[in-house]
């Protein structure tokens, strides 16, 4: 397709206004994302520090006995950096592992999972909600592996990685046959690697028909992996392709955003019965006959606005067809979310104590049982 000089106009014109958008939110943010005095504006995100409070929180106890086993020396003293006359103690997420060894206490999860982020209507918030939501997991301790699927590469850029670098994708996994573990890239944050998307994954499916198993490729470079990660989060693309069928054979458990909108209430009738076709299909799999496709269906409302009538209309029905897959957490809608969209990292580091990331962590008790 010609691009033509109004064309070519409007898109410098929109380019300009996203990076003044930028400007503007880095320079009303600039205190999240301060760390040691610096300010990253290339690559934002950064490894979690705690506070004691949140430290002992994340241990399942009080501050005031965590502050008594470190005086007792029973586990390691906190961190510590002066910052003028003033010394601060602080946490990292590798003193989580530590602590909880010392401690003896119990590992969060019994068992490793796969997720899978999938809805075939686009604008739910998908790709926002799964890296801080992967985020939200490494902040745990949990050791976390992020896949992005989708061309257009938003998973990618949430989670504050440049796409236009010449990095591997799932293509070169995929279609050439590369190591998974070349693709792999480690983010700033010691316990959350992201596999990223590329341009070339936009050309995947044709060469995607002329491979052999092609639907159980994406599981098979996963169980190569698995042991090296407690949870696997999958972003897929909102269509119906052969990727996110490699993807939904791959995964566990399946979470699907969803808008109080009629769209989305029809776009969940689409997926419900693809999900069905496709069971039906690979039932004859022993681990799908089993099982079914997932294990776990997790359906939640994105953006949601309870000031609004038809939004609470719509709430309702979803509750009335979907009551076995429908979270009790919401996440509201919030402008912080897509300030730090803007700002290519998670909410939950752009702002820890706004509704979205409150949300967003009780999501992720709500999917895992925690108790918090």
């Known amino acids: 397709m010609r691009l033509t000089f109004r064309g070519l106009g409007i898109f410098f014109a929109l380019k300009v206004a996203l990076n003044i958008s930028r400007a503007i939110i880095l320079k009303k943010s ?76 119990p590992p969060l999860l019994d068992r490793k999972r796969v997720q899978l982020f999938l809805n075939f209507k686009g604008g739910t918030g998908k790709s926002s909600i799964s890296s801080s939501y992967a985020y939200g997991l490494a902040e745990l301790g949990l050791q976390v592996l992020a896949i992005d699927l989708d061309p257009q590469q938003h998973m990618t850029k949430c989670l504050g990685f440049d796409p ?84 939904v054979i791959a995964a566990g458990d399946l979470l699907v955003p969803v808008l109080a909108d009629y769209l989305s209430y029809d776009g969940l009738g689409l997926l419900f019965h693809e999900l069905s076709r496709m069971e039906k299909n690979f039932s004859v ?50 402008t912080k979310i897509s300030q730090a969209t803007a700002m290519g990292m998670p909410v939950l580091q752009y702002d820890p104590s706004c509704r979205g990331s409150k949300c967003i962590r009780q999501l992720i008790n709500e999917v895992f049982g925690f108790e918090r």
């Open 30 to 105: 600039h205190h999240s994302l301060v760390l040691g005095g610096r300010l990253s504006e290339e690559r934002p995100l950064e490894a979690k520090v705690y506070q004691t409070r949140e430290f002992a929180k994340l241990l399942g106890i009080s501050k005031t006995h965590l502050l008594r086993l470190e005086n007792e020396g029973r586990v390691p003293p906190a961190r510590r950096v002066q910052r003028g006359k003033v010394e601060h103690r602080f946490y990292t997420v590798d003193d989580i592992h530590l602590y909880r060894d010392r401690l003896d206490l």
């Open 164 to 247: 236009s670098l010449d990095i591997m994708s799932l293509f070169e996994v995929l279609i050439e046959g590369e190591n998974i573990n070349q693709a792999i890239q480690p983010t700033t944050m010691p316990t959350l690697d992201l596999l990223p998307a590329t341009l070339r994954l936009s050309i995947i499916e044709s060469r995607l028909l002329n491979k052999d198993m092609r639907e159980f490729l994406l599981k098979s470079a996963i169980d190569d992996i698995q042991k090296d990660y407690d949870v696997i989060i999958i972003d897929a693309l909102p269509t119906i392709s052969l990727l996110n069928k490699n993807a």
């Open 285 to 334: 799999h022993p681990e799908h006959e089993r099982r079914g496709l997932f294990e776990n269906i997790f359906i939640f409302v994105n953006q949601f606005k309870s000031n609004e009538i038809i939004a609470r209309e719509n709430l309702a029905s979803l509750q009335r067809h979907y009551t076995d897959y429908l979270t009790t957490t919401k996440i509201p809608y919030n």
